[in-house]
């Protein structure tokens, strides 16, 4: 058993002919990154469904700052439900290959400049915290970019203080991370109704949001001005949003998006043209 699987990742992106990392990670270019700030949801979006992928977007985020965009490499790990005999087989293996901490720190130990940390825990908030303020400084000073959490973070307003650092999360606890565990790192993971690979480009940007009921699961997304700053969760699941024309408090329906694109060779938006359109 291997927590990082060289052989499964050259195997699930055989079609990235660029570089790789020494665990076969693809590499996208730094230049394909920084392009990749200036691409708008919809045109990523576009070009994704013209080649194929309809299950790159996930979106109802709890977004950490609003006003900054998240753009980087897929570093992936995948969670479960904790059942005794998976762990005691997964902790033989992290003494094996010399891990050291908990098994959320064996993931960020494989973190790199300009990689975003790409976590499916299946939801969970509650005793699903992944990082707090210490593992997310961890986190940031690696990749100096941020965190996509299909879960929870706890000691949020200590991590909201983090210059040059984002975070798409679902939810905010107090508790720690419990009963779960961790059984792949840089495997394919699921995060909402996106599928994400190891070495995939993420973007995350904050000001659009799904169709109102009715338009249907694939309807159109609707830009909104971008707000200025964003606080902890109310006792009720909102968040209050500073933006133009005032505050007002919105749901976590009206969260931001994320989206994984894949990056492979006259794929994806990575050498995503400027003047090419959404569908």
């Known amino acids: 058993m291997k927590l990082t699987n060289p052989d499964t990742i050259r195997s699930i992106t055989r079609e990235w002919e660029g570089e790789r990392d020494g665990n076969g990670r693809p590499l996208v270019p730094d230049d394909g990154l920084r392009r990749m700030e200036l691409v708008t949801s919809e045109e990523a979006w576009g070009v994704l469904r013209r080649h194929g992928y309809h299950f790159s977007f996930a979106g109802n985020f709890q977004v950490l700052h609003p006003e900054r965009v998240l753009v980087g490499r897929a570093v992936t790990c995948r969670y479960v439900p904790i059942r005794p005999d998976l762990q005691d087989a997964l902790d033989r293996t992290g003494v094996e290959e010399g891990r050291i901490g908990n098994q959320n720190s064996w993931v960020i130990d494989e973190l790199v400049r300009d990689d975003v940390i790409v976590v499916d825990l299946f939801g969970k908030v509650r005793d699903g915290t992944f990082a707090g303020d210490n593992l997310a400084t961890a986190i940031k000073v690696s990749t100096n970019r941020g ?84 606080w902890p969760a109310t006792p009720g699941g909102g968040r209050v949003h500073a933006g133009p024309g005032g505050s007002r408090r919105v749901g976590a329906g009206d969260g931001a998006g994320l989206r994984a694109v894949v990056g492979g060779p006259g794929r994806g938006v990575a050498g995503l043209d400027r003047d090419d359109e959404a569908d």
């Open 147 to 230: 965190m996509v959490i299909d879960g929870g973070i706890r000691d949020a307003e200590r991590i909201l203080q983090m210059p040059d650092f984002n975070g798409f999360i679902r939810g905010m606890d107090p508790s720690s991370l419990a009963d779960v565990s961790m059984p792949e790192i840089n495997g394919v993971v699921r995060i909402g109704e996106a599928t994400c690979l190891p070495g995939d480009v993420v973007l995350g940007r904050c000001h659009v949001h799904p169709a109102p009921p009715g338009a249907g699961g694939g309807g159109e997304l609707r830009e909104r001005p971008a707000a200025r700053s964003v």
